[in-house]
């Protein structure tokens, strides 16, 4: 997958060199690179933003800068690509979006600042809006952060066991393809601070130790996300 990202914050995108990014780019499974919509700017001051129209507080994203920016990042990439602003009133992101996502092969993503971008540039150049939680954070290059997180671990070949994404929480599914959370995990020691783990994982009694991790994954969905369809 080849992402390239929008921001004026490029050095902050140095922390995906660590982690299952790290590990997706060093397997070439993951090509990552920054468009700074500054590098696009025309006057002195190299200006990304302005007093938004009507006034009121804040700065808005100025929509010049980062139609160039996304011009070059297309040239990055397919012509095709999606761009994606990363906004807190996109659709929220799920688990299942982004195993969608996961099939794509490029995507530009767009970090705003401020206020926010001037809506004429969203109305041109975005396709889509994702939100990563119903709260409001300073910059979009977290969020991006976040779902490049979230996409690293589903390309093919990142993940020594595939098999393990498949059974996290969002992933699995009941028998009637209810979204469930994981199972608890235990390793060693077998006693921690007087408490033992489960009798049953220690049984080696594979078929038993499958209907308990099921059990235990229903049970926790009920008691801590019954909203989960
Ligand atoms: C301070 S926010 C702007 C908030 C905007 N005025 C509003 O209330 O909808 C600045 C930038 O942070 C990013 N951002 C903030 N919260 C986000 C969230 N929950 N999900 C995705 N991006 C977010 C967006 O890129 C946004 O342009």
Same mark, same amino acid.
């Given at each position: 997958?080849n992402i390239?990202?929008i921001s004026?914050?490029?050095?902050m995108?140095?922390? &995906?060199?660590?982690?299952?990014?790290g590990?997706?780019?060093?397997?070439?499974?993951?090509t990552?690179?920054?468009?700074?919509p500054?590098d696009f700017?025309?006057?002195p001051?190299?200006?990304?933003d302005?007093r938004p129209?009507?006034?009121?507080?804040?700065m808005?994203? &100025?929509?010049?800068?980062?139609s160039?920016?996304?011009?070059?990042?297309k040239?990055?990439?397919?012509?095709?690509?999606?761009v994606?602003?990363l906004s807190?009133?996109?659709?929220?992101?799920k688990?299942?979006?982004?195993t969608?996502?996961?099939n794509?092969s490029?995507f530009i993503f767009?970090a705003?600042r401020?206020?926010g971008?001037d809506?004429?540039?969203?109305?041109?150049y975005?396709?889509?809006e994702?939100?990563?939680?119903?709260?409001?954070l300073?910059?979009?290059?977290?969020?991006?952060?976040v779902l490049?997180?979230?996409?690293s671990?589903? &390309?093919p070949?990142?993940?020594?066991?595939p098999? *393990?994404?498949r059974?996290?929480s969002f992933s699995l599914?009941?028998?009637d393809?209810?979204?469930?959370?994981?199972?608890p995990h235990y390793?060693?020691p077998?006693?921690f601070?007087?408490?033992?783990?489960?009798?049953v994982?220690? *049984?080696?009694n594979h078929?038993?130790i499958?209907k308990?991790?099921e059990q235990?994954? &229903?049970l926790r969905?009920?008691?801590?996300r019954p909203?989960?369809r």
């Amino acid at each position: 997958m080849n992402i390239v990202i929008i921001s004026i914050f490029p050095e902050m995108f140095s922390a &995906l060199t660590v982690g299952m990014p790290g590990i997706a780019q060093k397997k070439h499974c993951l090509t990552l690179s920054v468009v700074n919509p500054r590098d696009f700017t025309i006057d002195p001051y190299r200006r990304i933003d302005d007093r938004p129209y009507g006034g009121g507080p804040g700065m808005v994203m &100025l929509a010049e800068p980062l139609s160039k920016a996304v011009a070059h990042a297309k040239s990055l990439v397919p012509e095709s690509t999606k761009v994606i602003y990363l906004s807190p009133q996109g659709s929220v992101l799920k688990q299942d979006a982004i195993t969608t996502m996961a099939n794509e092969s490029a995507f530009i993503f767009i970090a705003g600042r401020y206020e926010g971008i001037d809506e004429r540039f969203i109305d041109r150049y975005v396709d889509e809006e994702w939100s990563i939680g119903d709260y409001v954070l300073s910059g979009g290059e977290l969020p991006a952060m976040v779902l490049i997180d979230a996409l690293s671990r589903l &390309l093919p070949g990142v993940l020594n066991e595939p098999e *393990s994404a498949r059974q996290d929480s969002f992933s699995l599914k009941d028998s009637d393809n209810r979204t469930l959370l994981d199972c608890p995990h235990y390793t060693r020691p077998e006693v921690f601070e007087g408490t033992g783990v489960p009798e049953v994982l220690l *049984s080696g009694n594979h078929s038993r130790i499958a209907k308990w991790r099921e059990q235990q994954r &229903l049970l926790r969905t009920r008691q801590r996300r019954p909203d989960l369809r």
